[in-house]
């Protein structure tokens, strides 16, 4: 019993001198990561959300609202998808997989009228650039449309907006420090777990909604995806100890134009 209380004691002391080192060096502990003092799961994916990938890096993301309209603003221009949409998931699809499509809209059709209606920024429509390449409807957003919810008057209508994500890679020996990952109270994963490192980039891109994941850390030493949805985050330091190996990202919400040449 004694030998125990003295092994006990040992390994506090040798976590506070730890600790104190990662202090002295200047980098904040988070114990909540490293070494996995707590059993944070790997994320569910909503079922709600739509996800389209431009490339590796970049996803384009909406997310179905019930009796919602959403319209073009006085800069806002209004175009049906390239083929009829089904139903409303399809119309999001449709709209995610449009570099252009900021908004979109669906009304069952009734005597030919209604459907899948897509919405953009009127100023990008046909511009060009240098290269072919097409000024992004996300470089000019404002009034571009316009979204409302009433469960009388629009309760028919399903809607939806663009967010989009970018997660170019990743940085070594680097953690998130300053909040808590949100998936820590998920529900246990039933389903495969993320594969690896870009498996946790994608699945912070793939969830822009409720919550919007803005950053991820993957450790590498025991397979655990760790999401964040806070503001303002930034990577940090980090050094490689016993199960502890980070790569981390902080997620934008524009992607390049080089995704989507």
């Keep these: ?12 002391l040798f976590c506070g001198l730890l600790l104190a080192a990662r202090v002295s060096h200047g980098i904040a502990p988070n114990p909540s990561i490293c070494p996995g003092t707590k ?16 490339g590796n890096h970049c996803r384009h993301v909406t997310l179905l609202w019930n009796s919602t309209k959403c319209s073009a603003g006085p800069v806002g221009l209004e175009y049906a998808p390239p083929s009829p949409a089904a139903d409303a998931k399809a119309c999001g699809l449709a709209c995610v997989s449009d570099m ?11 005597r030919g009228l209604g459907g ?27 009034d571009t449309y316009t979204c409302s919810y009433n469960v009388f008057s629009f309760k028919n209508i399903i809607s939806g907006e663009v967010r ?7 940085v070594h020996n680097s953690g998130i420090v300053g909040a808590e990952p949100y998936n820590k109270d998920l529900p246990r994963h039933t389903g495969s777990d993320i594969n690896g490192l870009s498996g946790c980039s994608i699945a912070c891109m793939s ?29 940090q330091p980090w050094d490689t100890v016993q199960g ?5 990202f902080v997620v934008s919400q524009s992607c390049p134009l080089n995704n989507y040449n």
């Design 244 to 248: 502890c190996d980070l790569y981390s």
């Design 164 to 170: 989009k994500a970018y997660s170019n890679g990743a």
């Design 1 to 12: 019993m004694q030998f125990k209380k003295m092994r006990s004691q040992l390994v506090v």
């Design 207 to 235: 969830q822009q909604f409720n919550p919007r994941c803005t950053g991820w850390t993957w450790n590498a030493a025991n397979g655990r995806c760790f999401l964040y949805n806070s503001t303002g985050i930034a990577t």
């Design 100 to 110: 252009y499509c900021q908004a979109w809209r669906y009304t069952p059709p009734v």
């Design 116 to 142: 899948c209606t897509l919405i953009r920024n009127i100023a990008v429509a046909g511009r060009k650039l240098a290269g072919n390449r097409r000024k992004l409807s996300q470089d000019i957003l404002f």
């Design 39 to 54: 059993e944070y799961l790997n994320p569910i994916a909503n079922l709600n959300q739509i996800a389209f990938p431009y």
